[in-house]
């Protein structure tokens, strides 16, 4: 078959019919228009080429033999008149009918910027948190931007003042010194230090931020007899992005710490993505001398909105809803699909032609 010919017959298939043809032929088929389709798949290496080409043939073949089979038998196909469309029904139930449009931009945009300046009031989970961590070690998972520093940060005010010393740490340098410069401001630089593999400030102060294997080390370290004075008054330690007990590599760095945190102290561990809390909470719960609370819940305070930026400047909502929620199926905004698949064609198109 020449390319001529099979152009031909493909141009004559639908869309969903070239698609049923470039399952397992075409990666991500399903993302492209029908030019760009017949293209690749003009392009398959000759011998997918003449199996492709059969296929063509075949449905060809059974195409014809159904049209047959429903033609009137007294009328001959070349005669037949022209199939007559269904009546215009103004109201026919379309699929997606049921579905509420799809989002706009003003509507995705809505109400971003800088919030208007309101009372603060701790939610509820804020409020208990830090109350359980008078009597147990906490867990918090809830979703990002819920407000877990504030509890952190209330529960260090309350160690600070019955004296006892803070451990904050984080999975990251860059991370332990952004909350240096906010917990300086917050309770004062000259109470508040930091070590990390590249920096060590202020080191005897009672709130230390740190990654959190230098707090293994420390821990290590007065695990071998050489207690550090600050391990002595600790009152309590917080875990900040805990989710990194996960890490297949890292994560033995969280598990240790915990294993070895001076039992006198209160360890709070804050993440946004555990995926099992309650058995974190449980094991907890079996190696330490209190119990284990746990505060989970998955609301979120601040929607997720999402957004498609077309590299000319064109920007539209991501999917058809606002809001991102966790569990339900994304459907894609049909701007952004056309878009994506107008870039795709300009720039995967043009390679291919070169
Ligand atoms: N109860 C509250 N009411 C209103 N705003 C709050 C409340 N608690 C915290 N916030 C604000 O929410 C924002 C996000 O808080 P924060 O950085 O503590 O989130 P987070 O849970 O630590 O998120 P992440 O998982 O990204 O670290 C901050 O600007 C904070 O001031
Ligand atoms: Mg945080």
């Known amino acids: 078959m020449t390319d001529d010919e099979l152009i031909g017959i493909l141009e004559s298939l639908s869309l969903r019919q070239l698609h049923h043809l470039a399952r397992g032929r075409v990666h991500r088929h399903f993302r492209l228009g ?10 398959l290496p000759s011998e997918s080429r003449a199996i492709l080409e059969a296929d063509v043939l075949r449905s060809q073949t059974q195409l014809a033999a159904r049209s047959a089979l429903l033609a009137p038998s007294s009328s001959p196909s070349s005669i037949r008149a022209p199939k007559k469309r269904p009546p215009h029904k103004p109201h026919a139930k379309h699929p997606l009918s049921s579905t509420p449009p799809p989002v706009t931009v003003p509507q995705l945009l809505e109400g971003l910027g800088v919030p208007l300046t309101q009372t603060f009031h701790p939610d509820p ?3 208990e948190a830090v109350t359980q961590l008078a009597t147990t070690d906490v867990i918090v998972s809830v979703p990002t931007g819920s407000g877990k520093t504030f509890v952190a940060i209330e529960a260090t005010k309350a160690a600070l003042k019955q004296e006892r010393t803070v451990i904050y740490t984080s999975p990251l340098k860059a991370l332990s010194n952004t909350k240096y410069m906010e917990f300086s401001q917050l309770f004062g630089a000259e109470n508040v230090g930091i070590l990390t593999g590249d920096r060590r ?10 990654t959190t294997e230098i707090l293994r080390n420390l821990l290590y370290d007065a695990a071998s007899g050489e207690v550090d004075v600050r391990l002595n008054t600790l009152g309590l330690v917080i875990l900040d992005e805990s989710q990194y007990i996960a890490d297949p590599e890292r994560g033995v760095v969280w598990e240790e710490t915990i294993i070895f945190c001076p039992t006198q102290a209160r360890l709070l561990l804050l993440s946004a993505s555990i995926g099992n809390p309650q058995d974190l909470a449980a094991w907890l719960t079996s190696i330490r001398p209190v119990p284990c609370h746990l505060i989970h819940h998955q609301n979120r305070s601040v929607p997720l909105r999402g957004g498609y930026l077309h ?3 064109m920007f539209s909502p991501l999917f058809r809803t606002r809001d ?3 569990g339900q199926g994304y459907t894609f905004h049909p701007e952004t699909k056309r878009l994506a698949s107008q ?3 300009e720039t995967v198109g043009h390679r291919n032609r070169r």
């Open 343 to 345: 870039y795709e064609e």
């Open 324 to 326: 991102i929620t966790k």
């Open 201 to 210: 400030d202020n080191a005897q102060a009672p709130l230390l931020i740190m």
């Open 311 to 313: 590299p000319s400047g």
């Open 34 to 43: 029908k030019h760009r389709l017949i293209d690749v798949l003009l392009a």
């Open 125 to 127: 989970w804020q409020q």
